[in-house]
């Protein structure tokens, strides 16, 4: 089992990114997926899920300006990043939730840095 993020990086403020987390491993379709993020020195936060409906949920710190989606067909989840602000400099890290197995797994982080 493995969950693959990539696409974080330096950007100024206002600036985009685009996440992605890849994952094998697992039934892609059945589960919950997330982004979480962690600022030094702060706790792990929820930024957004997507449910196996396609139902979506957001921080509302980032409401506005992220936009989660997935692809069941590339076992990949997405996180569009807009109107990035330095408070949104993190690392980043994708989570699935296989709520029928109770099966909790973790990608590695990627690094959102936001400079002004």
């Known amino acids: 089992v493995q969950l693959q993020a990539s696409g974080g990086g330096l950007v100024q403020a206002g600036g985009s990114l685009r996440l992605s987390c890849t994952a094998s491993?697992?039934?892609?379709?059945?589960?919950?997926m997330a982004w979480y993020r962690q600022a030094p020195e702060k706790q792990r936060e929820l930024v957004a899920n997507?449910?196996?409906?396609?139902?979506?949920n957001y921080a509302d710190s980032v409401k506005g300006r992220f936009t989660i989606s997935r692809d069941n067909a590339k076992n990949t989840v997405y996180l569009q990043t807009n109107n990035l602000n330095l408070e949104d400099t993190a690392v980043y890290y994708c989570?699935?939730?296989?709520?029928?197995?109770?099966?909790?797994?973790w990608g590695q982080g990627t690094q959102v840095t936001v400079s002004s």
């Open positions: 491993g697992i039934i892609f379709s059945r589960n919950v």
């Open positions: 989570r699935a939730s296989d709520y029928v197995r109770s099966v909790h797994v």
């Open positions: 997507i449910g196996s409906d396609y139902t979506t």
